[in-house]
Every structure is written in C-alpha cells, then in structure tokens.
T-cell receptor
Framework: DAKTTQPPSMDCAEGRAANLPCNHS???????VYWYRQIHSQGPQYIIH???NNETNEMASLIITEDRKSSTLILPHATLRDTAVYYC????????????FGKGITLSVRP | SQTIHQWPATLVQPVGSPLSLECTVEGTSNPNLYWYRQAAGRGLQLLFYSVGIGQISSEVPQNLSASRPQDRQFILSSKKLLLSDSGFYLCAVGATNEKLFFGSGTQLSVL
C-alpha cells in the first residue's frame, strides 16, 4: 500500500471547519483513500473513503486532488467530540485487502 | 449490521502467565477478521488477519498466536506473556463494502 504523510497535529475552533490534509504522492490507480478516526481509548471509526471523485456523507467530506496525490478531509462544523487522531490510509480495494495505519494527525477542537 | 464482542475490557496479567482474548462477531458470515495492537503512545499495528476458519496470517514475528476455530470467533493467545505484550488490543471485522469495524478493545497490562 502507498505511504501517506500527515502533519502530526492541528487544532481548530469549535463550530469552524476542520481541514485535515494528507499527502499520498505514490498512490496507484487502483488504490482508494480511506479516513478513520480514533477517539481516546476507543477503537478506530470509519469516516469516509473515495477513489478519485469527491465524497460526502453525514460525517465529513473528502476532497481528492485531480492527480490524486493528496486529499483533504473536511469536518464542516467541528465539535469538541471531534477531538481525536485521524488516520489517512491508502489501500487497494477489495475485501481481502489489509488496512495499515500510520501515526495519523491529532485534531484538537478548542472551545 | 455486524456487532463485535470483545472481552475483557481491561486485563492485568503477570509476566510469564498465559493469555486468551476472544472476539466474536454477529450479523455477518465468513468475515475477514483482524487483531491489532496499540502500544502506549504509538500507532496501530496489525498482528494477525484471517479470511476463513483455520486460516491465519501473521504480520509480525512475536510472542502471540491467533486461532479461528469458528467462522465468527477469533482468539488471540500467548503461552507466556512478556512485558512488551502490554497494550491496547483491538479486534476488527472487514465488511463487504471494504470498511473495517472495530471492537471496543482490551487494555492489557503485563506486570
């Protein structure tokens, strides 16, 4: 699976949008971009994934650049409960494909 | 949707003692199952994964083993625990839509 690079941490104000960047310059054409988050002392939670088109669900939006070498996860209105470690992962699609987590980015939402 | 049962939530074991952590899944059949470990202050490490009964793949050499005696049961074991086995152990199930769902985890402290 392609390697991803994320800043170690960032913060944002409650109620504002949180834009979490991820670089994956060596991504292959058949690799998807996945985002998970882990709140302290809990298991990771799936957020969203995409191949090349932008995606949106009830939790977040995923913006993938046209060359697919980077992406941004957007939490439109961050709350204190969004404070967590966010993992950007790229992997080949398919149910038997393993998910390898990096260090992620720690998002701190301040009141 | 699937439900993951993982127990116990916390466990304190002396060095050299055996270990058995059990994970059971409901609401799905023939799932891919995974064991991850997160050492204190570190990222998630994939330990084992299984695509079917009796089929186990190990990602890293270690003091642990895994077994899958039934379709929806995944067991993590050790004959003699080491201090370095301490950590947060997570069971995960792969869904047909390629997402991973995680259990609530077991915090293991080896003293």
């Amino acid at each position: 699976d392609a390697k991803t690079t994320q800043p170690p941490s960032m913060d944002c104000a409650e109620g504002r949008a949180a834009n979490l960047p991820c670089n994956h310059s060596t991504i292959s054409g058949n690799e998807y971009v996945y985002w998970y988050r882990q709140i302290h002392s809990q298991g990771p939670q799936y957020i969203i994934h995409g191949l090349k088109n932008n995606e949106t669900n009830e939790m977040a939006s995923l913006i993938i650049t046209e060359d697919r070498k980077s992406s941004t996860l957007i939490l439109p209105h961050a709350t204190l409960r969004d404070t967590a470690v966010y993992y950007c992962i790229v992997r080949v699609g398919g149910a038997n494909s393993k998910l390898t987590f990096g260090k992620g980015i720690t998002l701190s939402v301040r009141p | 949707s699937q439900t993951i049962h993982q127990w116990p939530a916390t466990l304190v074991q002396p060095v050299g003692s055996p270990l058995s952590l059990e994970c059971t899944v409901e609401g799905t059949s023939n799932p891919n199952l995974y064991w991850y470990r997160q050492a204190a202050g570190r990222g998630l490490q994939l330990l084992f994964y299984s695509v079917g009964i009796g089929q186990i793949s190990s990602e890293v050499p270690q003091n642990l083993s895994a077994s899958r005696p039934q379709d929806r049961q995944f067991i993590l074991s050790s004959k003699k625990l080491l201090l370095s086995d301490s950590g947060f152990y997570l069971c995960a199930v792969g869904a047909t839509n390629e997402k991973l769902f995680f259990g609530s985890g077991t915090q293991l402290s080896v003293l």
